[in-house]
């Protein structure tokens, strides 16, 4: 008996932090407070996409262990996509498609989504509303 409350103890004690841990993670989600800019991986470990989250404007960055001549961020694009709307953080949110270069960037209040692609070459590098 002393052996089955001892477990039982022992699983209340560490349940407790782990539930309380949880809930503040929830609560952060939840939060009408949502950032300026965002990173989002890609499936590349050196290449982020930093989105400003009001304006739809997004770079590609490139982190390094190595060298810091092999960090860079360069734009994707620079063209405010909010303007004559509501300027409101979390406007807008990037969502990974299944191929690694693509996302979809989509406006969180009106719906309109574009494609952006990301690319080591300026070239590949592109952002296209989808109609």
């Known amino acids: 008996m002393r052996k089955l409350i001892s477990t039982l103890l022992f699983f209340v004690i560490v349940s407790v932090p782990l539930f309380a841990q949880n809930t503040a993670t ?71 498609t299944t191929n690694m270069y693509n996302f979809l960037l989509l406006d969180q209040i009106d719906g309109e989504v574009w494609q952006v692609q990301w690319s080591h070459e300026s070239k590949n590098r592109l952002v296209i509303k989808i109609e």
Not at 29 to 41: G, T
Not at 70 to 91: C, H, P, V, Y
């Open 26 to 96: 929830e609560e952060n989600v939840d939060s009408d407070e949502s950032p300026v800019y965002q990173l989002y991986p890609t499936q590349n470990m050196w290449t982020f996409l930093k989105l400003d989250t009001q304006t739809g404007r997004i770079w590609q960055v490139q982190w390094s262990l190595d060298d810091a001549s092999d960090m860079f961020q360069t734009s994707l694009s620079i063209e405010n996509l909010a303007i004559g709307k509501e300027k409101k953080n979390g406007r807008f949110k990037l969502v990974p």
